[in-house]
């Protein structure tokens, strides 16, 4: 079935450092790919997505590009600050099996000033 | 961004107890998904919920689980008889249908005793 799979944290980073989480997937379909974010003690937030191939999702300085070849939508930032700390979870979504979401199994960010 | 409120926020219960989580309000015209996410784990899809019936169901959604919508506009997850291991946060999902985006609720943290 489909999945998904990120690289494992937790990720520390000192502020205005590049970030990279990879995460890639296994699809049977044209999945819709997307990044969500829990900050500490909250729900999920939807950070950026991307519905095709070659599709770049951006948000708050974060960027993601959809790559069909490698089955790959790795999250990037260019600076990250403090308040970037949380999990970032990667998740696809199947349109023609009614929309779930698989989700990886996320990756804690925590930057340090 | 569509607004998701779920009651209770926190729910102690002991083994073998009912409990109903709610989902309020819901409008038409929309996919509503449970979700559960055991402390320190990956997201799990549950349930997904359109036009008034369960579209899709996980392994884990299994007799002891049950969806309605009782009164036409809240939407519930029943779990009839918890067990140590339902612990966990349950989310209420929403999305539009024709697009992608699926907006969680603040979710519900429940924990059995």
């Known amino acids: 079935g489909d999945s998904v799979t990120q690289m494992e944290g937790p990720v520390t980073l000192s502020e205005e450092a590049f970030l990279t989480i990879n995460c890639t997937y296994t699809?049977?379909?044209?999945?819709?790919l997307f990044w969500y974010v829990q900050y500490p003690g909250e729900g999920l937030q939807l950070l950026l997505k991307?519905?095709?191939?070659?599709d770049k999702g951006s948000n708050k300085g974060f960027e993601a590009t959809y790559r069909k070849e490698t089955t790959s939508f790795h999250l990037e930032k260019g600076s990250v600050q403090v308040s970037d700390s949380a999990v970032y979870f990667c998740?696809?979504?199947?349109?023609?099996?009614?929309?779930?979401?698989?989700f990886g199994q996320g990756t804690e960010l925590s930057v340090k000033p | 961004e569509p607004e998701v409120t779920q009651t209770p926020s926190h729910q102690v219960t002991q083994m073998g107890q009912e409990v109903i989580l709610r989902c309020v309000p819901i409008?038409?015209?929309?996919?509503f998904y449970w979700y559960r996410q055991i402390l320190g784990q990956k997201v799990e899809f549950l349930v997904s919920f359109y036009n008034n019936e369960i579209s899709e169901k996980s392994e884990i959604f299994d007799d002891q689980f049950s969806v309605e919508r009782p009164d036409g506009s809240n939407f519930t997850l029943k779990i009839r008889s918890t067990k140590l291991e339902d612990s966990a946060m349950y989310f209420c999902?929403?999305?539009?249908?024709?697009?992608?985006?699926?907006?969680f609720g603040p979710g519900t943290r429940l924990l059995v005793l």
């Open positions: 999902v929403r999305r539009v249908a024709g697009q992608e985006t699926q907006y």
């Open positions: 699809a049977t379909g044209y999945p819709s």
């Open positions: 998740a696809l979504s199947d349109n023609n099996q009614g929309g779930k979401l698989i």
């Open positions: 409008s038409n015209h929309l996919y």
């Open positions: 991307a519905t095709k191939a070659d």
